[in-house]
Each structure stands twice: as structure tokens, then as C-alpha cells.
């Protein structure tokens, strides 16, 4: 049993509502749409999106409108544990299997996926292309069908991205496997010869590839310099920055003075690192998803794929060893497209440090170095040093780096907020740019500028370039001053480097122009290294919001009690946009961004309670609402057009299955618009829907656990019970129980 086509099935209208009512958004993103329609159309895709573009709803939607399960692999347990709760929560079938997952729990989650109780399942690279799991998946192909193959952090497929993992590399089997299941490869950081290396190693046929815009406009880029009072200028920016953030360090001992030191100055911060056990580390990064401590200090370990949506600052203590990662370490913050704060201390010694590691890379057999990657990572530290004293607009360095063009001005970086002196230099950039051509544009940076200044070394002497004309004209300006030219005329696209470790300049059209006097150089000159008072940003002002905090500590209450993050709850931005509209009936409740139909039963009752209370405090009108869910109704709430037609179909006698087969819907989300109508009085019977005996088991749970967690009562009921009848009959017994 294979996929089959559904795109041509699905209007724009079905898929905006299929948005809606399984996330609780009005719309999509940028891209997304496109995204999903060719998933649907079973199509191969290549999908680079930054962190925060709402990557995995472009496979999880469509896992969810198509027959079949969507096997998601993903590199990191705790990335399937938080992708699998947060679906969960919205009452979608999701799991994972992965060595924290016992022989039993393993069987009975196969058995769930076998019943095409599972829509997404996710799954390390090392498990899937076992033995006995591709067995496995041969059996889910031939009962239930396999939907889609959606790769996660795609980038570690090539040894050319800043995360290579050698098990990536034999995914592409999977396509020999099963060459009609589409592939959906995504990540958030990929060049142009990662991204090659991606669809040749895949195997992907014809993918469709569009790279959105890699610019993260809600996030303020600053570069400091790292002196004596670095760890002052650290408290200062986690003391101003209100809300979670995370502190990157190089080392593992850097990482626990750090945050021994932020403990010490009252700062709530835990360590994260490779040298810690399993256990403490997912401790500590449960803990920080949860909010229970505002800061997390950690080496790279830490991050790769982390759902925590509300990060409001991410801060480099120590120089990061590529620009890819820097960029997607940077990128955890303000994934919920609020504004965010990323701090980069810049420091003379951390390259020392580098490149001592970088030296470290060697033939774990013959001990001998491993040269090419050895030159790969020293050009890669050049482009972090190049970005950190760059005078640049933070975000024409970044942005260049991945091939896109960023006009500079950007009004959310230190260099565009603090602009330094400009000067015209456009004869210096003729004599650099007239040496690349004299030079045969076979050399890098550093032995143009020994030309330029007349250097008489070896490899000067070698190639005869002490007999060119542009041998010596440059003798006037310090090396410093030429580094910085060079590094400009790269970051603004007047000149080319090669990517193959070694640098090598090379003229592009640009650079012609400028050498035919056509287009004149601007280069900003540093005048001072003074450190900067990171500036106030709204997320500072937002967050002081007394009924934003109020809905904060709601949402972390209702967490705590269901066991999930908060942001499984509500998004951040969904808390602003309550505290701003200030809803106070169901119905404007629901047109609140991120609240979703199961969301708009399980929590306006509690969220509307709380701004109401907040009116009242503050002596603001409150209009007449109808009564809340959990009590008696003479007269029934309006019901929106879905839960009507479910309605309808349910009175004509169609069971659960034929409701969500009709209407195109999983069962779950019929089982919900029929909970919903219980509690709002629209219906009295459930016998139908769930048999007596099985609901006196569910009530009887219900008097020893309480209604607060349907997976409290799922565990009490050793899931013997299905989520759909636990749902109904707590619906039923809540009115009961007003």
C-alpha cells in the first residue's frame, strides 16, 4: 500500500480551516502553504527555513492529510520528546521510539502505529536503518501505507554543514526502499553546497527547493568586546533581558563556573553539557523548558532543535567556531517571532582557543591531521572573526554568508543603531582589487595584502609578484587597515572567496565595476571600542504587562498540572495578544491567534476568568458573556459552522469514524467538537458513543484523579481507554458535576 495523491483534493479554503482547527492559526506563514501543497502532491522537497519560520508544521500538517504515518527522523531524543508532547497536547497522534523507549512501551507503540492510531512518528537515524525496524516499516507500508519521510536538521546529511553525523549519510538507502514515499528534507542553515550535498545524497527527485529569506528581523544582533568586566556586562544583559535565555560557552569548565556565578548573583541558572549524565541533562533541560530557571549555560550540546518558542536572549560568551552555527545558536531566541536579544562577546583569546581545537582534528586511526577539514574550520573561524569586528550591518554579514543580498540599515543591530564614520575609500578597494587580477585570482587575503605592502617573503619572491605593478602602492596603510577593506568588499558582495578551505579571492562582476570607476566603496572606520548599554527592546516592555504576567503564571499553573511545557499551552504571542485584545467571550476568545478548537474548549473557560478578574481590578467595563462551559446553559451558545455540521452528522446516526471519514477529519477531532457539545448542552447522550461499562470505568477515574489531565487519566486507566472516550465522558461528567 502505497500513498496516494491528495493535494488535488484540498481547496485553500479546507486547507486554512485543517490550519486552524489542528494549530489554532488563521494563517500561514510565508511559504509554508506552498510547502505543504507539494508534500500533498507527493512531491520531494528541500525546505531551508530559519529557526522560527514554523519548519515542522510544513511536514505535520500534511502527515495529518494524508493516509498513512509520517516517519519524522530526527537527531535528538529530547527534540522527538518535546515535537511528540507539544502534538499531543493539540490531541494529535504522535510518539517516538528511541532508547529511552522500554521493550513493552515499544511493542504497544507499534501495535498503536500497526491500528493507524499514529500519525507522526518519530525516529533517530541509528534505529531506522536497523535491521529490525526496517522490517517493521515494511509491515506499516503494506497495512497502513507510509505517507512521507521528513528529515529534520537535514544539514547534518553533509560533511560540508556545521553539524555533520555520519548515520545521515546512509538515509538515501531508504529511497532505494521505498521509491514512491515522498522525502521532505529540512533545515535552517545550509549554503549552497550543503544544499547540493543534501538532494545528491537523498536521492531527492526534482525537489522542490525554495530558500526563504534567512533575515530574522525580531532579533537584535550586538558584538561586544570581551575585557575584564565581560562577566559584569553578562549579569548586566541577563538582568535587563526579562524571560528565559541561554548562555553558550566553548568549554565545559566555562560552563559551570557560569552558571555557579549567576546562582551566586540570584540569577535561576543550570549547566548543560556532554560531561553531564543523561539523566541530570535532561533534568536541567526540563526544567528550563518549564520554566523553572530562567537561564540555561551550555556548550553547543545544548539547542539543536529545541521547541522553547519564548527565548528572549541568547548571549556567546566565548567566540563560536562557524558562522552556521552561530547563526542557528543565535536563532533559538525569539522563535515566537517577539523580540529577542543576541549578544556575541568578542575576544583575542577565544580564537587562540579555536584553533587549538581545530589543530586537534586529526585520523582517529593514524593520528595524522585531517588537513581539509582542517582548512575548512580555519576559514570558517576567518568568517566569525570578519563578522565580530565587521563596521557592517550585522545582518548584510549574515545574510551574505548564506548567498542573499541584504540592502544593510536594518535599525536592530549595534553597528546600524551606532553607526560609525564612513569614508570613501573606492581607490584603496581599486589597488586590493587590481592586485586579486595581478595575482591571477589565485591567492587569499593575507598574501595580497603582503603584496600590497611589499613584503619580500618566500612565496612572494616564489610567484614573482614583487615585479608587479601593484607590489609595494599599498605601503601607507597598516595590515589592519587592508584586512578590514578586504573583509567589506567580501561582505558587500564587490568580491569572491572560494569555500574549499582555502579562501581563495576571485573578481565577480561587482569588482569590475568598481575597477572601471562605476560604482564607488563605502567602508565604516572604528573610532571607538567602548561597550554599548544594550538598548530597551519591546519584549522588555511587553513582558512588564501586568495581565501578560498574570496569563504567564496561569498558563505555567495548567502546565505544571498536566505535565507538559507551557508553551504546549499557549505561545507567548498568543499570552500578548490576550493581554492586549482583552477577550471576554468564547467567540472572541477563538479568533485569538494560536487557539485551535481543542484549545478553545480545554482552556478559554480558565484564561477568560482571569482577564475578567483583571477588568475588574482595574475598574475596566465588563460586558455580558454567556455562561462558561462548565455551567448549566438554558440557552446554548452559537456554534461556529464545524461543530454544527458534526452535529448534524451525529444526529443522523453516523458514528465517529463515519463523521471524520465524511468530513475529512481524524476521529479526534470529531471525538472533541462532540465533547464540546456536551458540555455545552447540545448533546445528553453518549451510549452511543462510548458502551456503559465503559464509561463507569472512565467516571470512576475521573473521582480518583480528577479532570484536570487526560493523560493523568489515560495513565490511570493503563491506557486500556481511548483518549476519544475519555474525552466524552469527561465532557458529560463535568456538566454533571457543575
Excluded at 471524520?660 to 448533546?683: C, D, F, K, M, P
Aim: contains cysteine; proline residues 5%; neutral net charge.
Amino acid at each position: 500500500m502505497g500513498s496516494r495523491k491528495t493535494g488535488s483534493t484540498l481547496t485553500s479554503d479546507r486547507l486554512n480551516k485543517a490550519l486552524k482547527e489542528y494549530f489554532g492559526h488563521d494563517s500561514f506563514r510565508p511559504g509554508q502553504r506552498e510547502i505543504v501543497q507539494a508534500a500533498l502532491d507527493d512531491r520531494d522537497s528541500l525546505i531551508i527555513m530559519p529557526t522560527g519560520g514554523g519548519k515542522s508544521l510544513c511536514f505535520q500538517l500534511p502527515a495529518l492529510l494524508k493516509p498513512g504515518v509520517t516517519i519524522v527522523v530526527s537527531p535528538l531524543i529530547a527534540l522527538m520528546q518535546d515535537q511528540v508532547e507539544a502534538l499531543q497536547t493539540n490531541g494529535i497522534g504522535a510518539t517516538f521510539l528511541n532508547s529511552s523507549v522500554n521493550l513493552q512501551d515499544t511493542r504497544d507503540r507499534e501495535r498503536d502505529i500497526l491500528n493507524d492510531r499514529i500519525k507522526l512518528l518519530y525516529v533517530a537515524p541509528e534505529r531506522l536503518l536497523t535491521g529490525a525496524f526496517l522490517a517493521f516499516l515494511n509491515r506499516v507500508q503494506e497495512q497502513i501505507g507510509i505517507a512521507l519521510f521528513a528529515i529534520d536538521e537535514a544539514h547534518c546529511v553533509s560533511d560540508w554543514g556545521h553539524d555533520f553525523r555520519p548515520e545521515y549519510r546512509q538515509l538515501g538507502r531508504l529511497r532505494e526502499t521505498y521509491p514512491g514515499v515522498p522525502f521532505l528534507a529540512l533545515t535552517a542553515t545550509a549554503t549552497g553546497r550543503v544544499r547540493d550535498d543534501i538532494i545528491k545524497q537523498l536521492h531527492l527527485n526534482d525537489p522542490y527547493a525554495p530558500v526563504s529569506s534567512f533575515n530574522r528581523p525580531n532579533l537584535y544582533y550586538e558584538v561586544r568586546p570581551k575585557g575584564s568586566q565581560a562577566y559584569a556586562q553578562l549579569l548586566t544583559l541577563v538582568q535587563q533581558n526579562q524571560g528565559s535565555g541561554i548562555v553558550y560557552c566553548l568549554s565545559r569548565k566555562r560552563v559551570d563556573e557560569l552558571a555557579a556565578r549567576l546562582e551566586r548573583d540570584g540569577i535561576k541558572a543550570l549547566p548543560y553539557h556532554a560531561g553531564l549524565d543523561d539523566k541530570t541533562r535532561a533534568a536541567n533541560q526540563r526544567r528550563f523548558i518549564r520554566d523553572d530557571v530562567r537561564v540555561m549555560v551550555a556548550t553547543i550540546a545544548f539547542g539543536m532543535g529545541i521547541n522553547k518558542p519564548d527565548v528572549r536572549f541568547v548571549i556567546h560568551y566565548d567566540l563560536p567556531r562557524n558562522t552556521e552555527g552561530y547563526y542557528q545558536e543565535a536563532g533559538r531566541a525569539g522563535r515566537d517571532g517577539e523580540p529577542a536579544h543576541c549578544s556575541l562577546f568578542f575576544g583575542i583569546g577565544d580564537i587562540k582557543t579555536i584553533e587549538w581545537i581545530i589543530d586537534q582534528k586529526t585520523d582517529p586511526q593514524s593520528g595524522e591531521p585531517l588537513e581539509q577539514e582542517q582548512r575548512i574550520a580555519r576559514q570558517q573561524l576567518r568568517h566569525v572573526i570578519d563578522y565580530a569586528e565587521s563596521s557592517l550591518c550585522r545582518r548584510t554579514i549574515q545574510l551574505s554568508y548564506f548567498g542573499e543580498t541584504f540592502a544593510g540599515n536594518c535599525d536592530n543591530c549595534d553597528n546600524c543603531r551606532h553607526p560609525k564614520p564612513v569614508e570613501d575609500w573606492t581607490i584603496e578597494a581599486q589597488k586590493f582589487l587590481s592586485c586579486v587580477a595581478r595575482c591571477q585570482e589565485r591567492f587569499g587575503m593575507a598574501h595580497i595584502i603582503d603584496v600590497l605592502r611589499g613584503s619580500k617573503n618566500q612565496k612572494v619572491m616564489q610567484n614573482g609578484h614583487h615585479l608587479l605593478s601593484t607590489h609595494n602602492i599599498g605601503k601607507d596603510k597598516p595590515m589592519e587597515a587592508w584586512r578590514s577593506l578586504g573583509r567589506a568588499l567580501l561582505q558587500q558582495g564587490l568580491l569572491d572567496e572560494s569555500t574549499d578551505g582555502y579562501g581563495v579571492l576571485r573578481l565577480n562582476y561587482r569588482s569590475w565595476e568598481v575597477l572601471r570607476s562605476q560604482r564607488s566603496v563605502q567602508i565604516a572606520i572604528d573610532t571607538t571600542t567602548a561597550s554599548r548599554t544594550a538598548p530597551e527592546t519591546e519584549a522588555n516592555r511587553a513582558v512588564a504587562e501586568a495581565l501578560f504576567q498574570r496569563l504567564r503564571l496561569l498558563r505555567k499553573t495548567l502546565a505544571d498540572a498536566q505535565s507538559v511545557p507551557p508553551y504546549a499551552i499557549f505561545a507567548d504571542s498568543s499570552l500578548k495578544l490576550m493581554a492586549q485584545q482583552q477577550p471576554q467571550s468564547l467567540a472572541e476568545f477563538a479568533k485569538i491567534s494560536g487557539v485551535g478548537s481543542r484549545k478553545l474548549s480545554q482552556y478559554a473557560d480558565r484564561f477568560l476568568a482571569e482577564i475578567t478578574a483583571y477588568r475588574q481590578e482595574q475598574g475596566l467595563p465588563i460586558e455580558p458573556t454567556t455562561p462558561p462551559s462548565s455551567e448549566p446553559l438554558s440557552q446554548p451558545t452559537s456554534l461556529s459552522e464545524t461543530y454544527t455540521i458534526t452535529l448534524e452528522l451525529h444526529q443522523q446516526g453516523l458514528t465517529i469514524a463515519q463523521i471524520a471519514e465524511q468530513r475529512n477529519l481524524r476521529s479526534g477531532t470529531i471525538a472533541t467538537h462532540l465533547a464540546h457539545l456536551l458540555e455545552q448542552g447540545r448533546l445528553l447522550d453518549i451510549d452511543s458513543l462510548v458502551p456503559l461499562e465503559r464509561q463507569g470505568a472512565v467516571v470512576a477515574a475521573l473521582e480518583a484523579v480528577g479532570p484536570d489531565s487526560l493523560r493523568d487519566l489515560y495513565d490511570h486507566l493503563r491506557e486500556s481507554y481511548t483518549y476519544d472516550e475519555i474525552r466524552l465522558v469527561r465532557a458529560r461528567w463535568l456538566r454533571e458535576n457543575a
